[in-house]
């Protein structure tokens, strides 16, 4: 399994913009996060990865599907303060 380490600008364009949005929200900037990408294991086709969000002594990782799920689960997690 490859861990691929990006910025959040190599996200699809969608995803980018909630990122952003989300961040902005919460009094962050998305550089504020550092963003690596792995096969998801769970994923037999391959077709999604898993994605990791770290900031500072936290990290969280969020299963990457098509409907960008993933960026509501990381805003559920600023909103219980889990990155503060």
Same mark, same amino acid.
């Given at each position: 399994m490859d861990? /691929?380490?990006f910025n959040y600008t %190599?996200? &699809?364009i969608g995803e980018r913009a909630a990122f952003e949005l989300v961040c902005a929200r919460h009094g962050f900037? &998305?550089?504020h996060f550092d963003i690596s990408a792995s096969d998801d294991p769970d994923d037999n086709s391959h077709q999604s990865r898993l994605?990791? /969000?770290r900031r500072g002594g936290w990290?969280?990782?969020y299963h !990457? %599907?098509?409907a960008g799920h993933w960026v509501r689960?990381? !805003?559920t997690d600023l909103?219980?303060?889990f990155f503060k």
């Amino acid at each position: 399994m490859d861990t /691929i380490r990006f910025n959040y600008t %190599d996200l &699809p364009i969608g995803e980018r913009a909630a990122f952003e949005l989300v961040c902005a929200r919460h009094g962050f900037a &998305p550089t504020h996060f550092d963003i690596s990408a792995s096969d998801d294991p769970d994923d037999n086709s391959h077709q999604s990865r898993l994605l990791t /969000i770290r900031r500072g002594g936290w990290a969280q990782s969020y299963h !990457e %599907d098509t409907a960008g799920h993933w960026v509501r689960q990381f !805003e559920t997690d600023l909103n219980c303060r889990f990155f503060k």
